[in-house]
């Protein structure tokens, strides 16, 4: 069991070394109160998508019933996920062809203070088959601080009608870079890619475990081995629908700083 050193919120990881065993992700516990809501995707779409479906983002979801005053529950959708990474990468299954969409935005905001601030814009590539793609931080956008919640949006717009205007669908949830603890911070880096999707998983780092994981069956797509592990993974966090759903190597991100 991963132990989780807290500063302020979450800021530091202690890695628990890991065998080789089946892969399963242990979620962290979630920001407090209504921290990091959010939506996932996944309801039906309106008939233009893979058997139905609509844009789902492959993140952990946490449902969670507040008490708001003595007598008033609430239930709340948590999005949000950990990265050891300035620059992490999100993944996302678009169920649709590549003509039915009409464009795709991804959106990065920090939303510490009381006036929000978009930090990264960017148009995306349109995939040419459905499938589950991958956005990367550009480089030259501000890197991700320790132990600060961003709120990352992507935003379609699907032609389900040629007869009516787009319609607009996207999904949104939350990263947080998490600090890893310095005796510990080279595990990673002495450990094999397999072992490391371990590591991350089995310590709540999700971003990273998916997407080292998805590198390798991206680099091996036969391998059968990665492919149940990816199976493993994405049930851990109730997405073993998309095991079998293709990674396609897209998609280009046109990157504009905000400012």
Not at 108 to 123: G, I, M, P
Not at 221 to 245: C, F, G, I, R, Y
Request: aromatic share 10%; charged share 20%.
């Amino acid at each position: 069991m991963a132990l989780l050193g807290i500063i302020g919120y979450y800021p530091m990881i202690w890695i628990t070394p890991v065998a080789a065993i089946p892969i399963t992700f242990s979620p962290p516990p979630p920001p407090p109160d209504r921290g990091a809501t959010g939506d996932r995707g996944g309801a039906a779409s309106r008939g233009c998508g893979v058997s139905n479906q609509s844009a789902i983002a492959l993140v952990p979801v946490y449902k969670e019933t507040l008490n708001q005053r003595q007598t008033e529950a609430v239930s709340v959708t948590k999005v949000w996920g950990l990265t050891t990474e300035e620059y992490p990468s999100f993944w996302f299954f678009v169920p649709y062809q590549k003509s039915a969409i009409n464009s795709i935005e991804f959106v990065l905001k920090d939303e510490s203070s009381k006036l929000s601030q978009t930090l990264y814009r960017t148009t995306v590539t349109i995939p040419e088959v459905p499938g589950i793609i991958s956005i990367r931080l550009n480089s030259t956008t501000p890197p991700l601080q320790i132990d600060k919640m961003y709120h990352w949006f992507f935003k379609m717009k699907i032609i389900c009608n040629p007869q009516q205007p787009p319609e607009r669908e996207y999904v949104e949830g939350w990263v947080q870079r998490a600090n890893l603890n310095p005796k510990l911070v080279d595990s990673p880096k002495q450990a094999t890619p397999q072992q490391r999707v371990n590591l991350y998983a089995k310590n709540g780092i999700w971003y990273d475990a998916l997407t080292t994981l998805a590198e390798l069956r991206l680099a091996k797509p036969e391998d059968p081995t990665l492919a149940v592990e990816w199976m493993n993974l994405l049930k851990s966090v109730d997405l073993e629908n998309l095991a079998k759903q293709p990674l396609i190597k897209c998609c280009q991100a046109n990157a504009k700083q905000q400012k």
